[in-house]
């Protein structure tokens, strides 16, 4: 297993843990070097937060860990292509590599419908995307496959 899927497991749990509590099952890992820096998974049912996506969830534990706004040496490992939101939070985080598994057809800002990362912005991240894309995206589709059933979508 390479660095960059042991680090995806971690996010991948991560979204488990979401969907158990009923959440969108996104996970998210920020990782400085070799030591975690930052862990998120999507609570916006939990919180009622439109800003409560896994990515924001890392981004504000990792400044808290690492005392800084500033993620300019961080690497960011999310389960799904980042939304516009949270594309826009990586930047201004200065946030070094981006790596994600599934892509988003419909609200990513990474290639899925845009790519922002591609816009001349100062501080653009390396993006990386596919880690672990298969597990990523039966996670999310078990999700929706039991909302589905359920009634709930």
Not at 1 to 21: F, K
Not at 93 to 104: H, I, K, L, P
Request: aromatic share 6%; charged share 25%.
């Amino acid at each position: 297993m390479t660095r960059e899927e042991r680090y995806m497991m971690q996010a991948l749990e991560l979204a488990r843990e979401a969907a158990a509590a009923g959440e969108v099952p996104v996970g998210c890992v920020i990782v400085q070097g070799d030591t975690v820096v930052g862990r998120g998974r999507n609570r916006r049912e939990e919180k009622q937060s439109t800003a409560s996506h896994a990515e924001m969830e890392a981004i504000a534990e990792a400044n808290r860990t690492l005392g800084s706004w500033r993620l300019e040496d961080c690497e960011l490992f999310v389960t799904l292509e980042p939304c516009p939101m949270c594309a826009g939070a990586i930047l201004n985080a200065r946030v070094n590599r981006v790596w994600y598994g599934a892509r988003d057809e419909a609200m990513g800002a990474c290639g899925g419908v845009f790519n922002l990362y591609m816009e001349n912005f100062a501080n653009r991240p390396a993006l990386v995307g596919g880690i672990l894309a298969r597990e990523c995206r039966a996670v999310l589709g078990e999700f929706f496959a039991a909302l589905r059933q359920d009634g709930k979508s």
